[in-house]
């Protein structure tokens, strides 16, 4: 298993552009989550998706998009980059947390460094 | 709401030394789920343990030992006999264990933890 991918590893935006972070896994895994990461805030959850076809927001949703249209693939859409979106960005994904059953934690992908200058 | 705080932002220890980092967390919810992450200066998110709110057993893997204490809101870390390879920073996360909440980790801000030789 490749377990959590996430492309590309680095990018540089400028203002207003847009672009996509790619994220996958192949562990069948029903949750997907995006996080970002910035300096002395720990991570904090973008958008997170319980299943194909259902997403909903999370704590810092406000320019990105998702949408969930196979199990394996989360996208996370900037539609007009802005300068506050300048962090490292981590996609995450695990089976459902069924109360009373064995279950897994988050894997999370390595990272994708975003700079918007 | 639900919260994460990790009062400690840095700690230096030497190397050898004992050293526990704190997590405390606030949470309505009844059933949820705490986690501990390491994130070493490569950039990638560890997973280290989770502990339901129903399991207050304390459990120790190596050197590495965790105390859940419900009363106090409390899942704090220790580290007996540190190591320079412990140098990293260290998350404290909480998830809801509610259907179709899972995958909502609310993170604390991170300790980074530097063990000198």
């Known amino acids: 298993n490749a377990g959590v991918t996430q492309t590309p590893k680095f990018q540089v935006l400028k203002t207003g552009q847009s672009m996509t972070l790619q994220c996958a896994q192949d562990?069948?895994?029903?949750?997907m989550s995006w996080y970002r990461q910035d300096p002395g805030m720990g991570l904090r959850l973008i958008h997170y998706?319980?299943?194909?076809?259902?997403?909903d927001q999370g704590e810092v949703p406000n320019g990105y998009n998702v949408s969930r249209s196979t199990t394996e693939d989360f996208p996370l859409r900037l539609l007009s980059a802005a300068p506050s979106q300048t962090s490292v960005y981590f996609c995450?994904?695990?089976?459902?947390?069924?109360?009373?059953?064995?279950?897994?934690?988050?894997?999370f992908g390595p990272g994708t460094r975003l700079t918007v200058t | 709401a639900q919260k994460v705080t990790q009062a400690q932002t840095e700690i230096s220890v030497v190397e050898k030394e004992d050293v526990t980092l704190d997590c405390v967390y606030e949470t309505r919810d009844t059933t949820y789920y705490l986690f501990w992450y390491k994130q070493p200066p490569s950039g990638e998110l560890v997973f280290l343990i989770r502990r339901n709110s129903f399991d207050e057993q304390n459990e120790i893997s190596g050197r590495y030992s965790w105390n859940f204490q419900k009363s106090t809101s409390s899942f704090n870390f220790t580290i007996t006999a540190s190591q320079v390879v412990d140098s990293a920073v260290y998350f404290c996360a909480l998830t809801p264990l509610i259907y179709n909440q899972g995958g909502k980790l609310i993170f604390g801000q991170g300790t980074e933890l530097s063990v000198k030789p």
């Open positions: 995450a994904s695990s089976y459902s947390f069924i109360m009373g059953t064995g279950t897994d934690e988050q894997y």
């Open positions: 562990m069948n895994h029903e949750y």
């Open positions: 998706s319980v299943g194909a076809g259902i997403t």
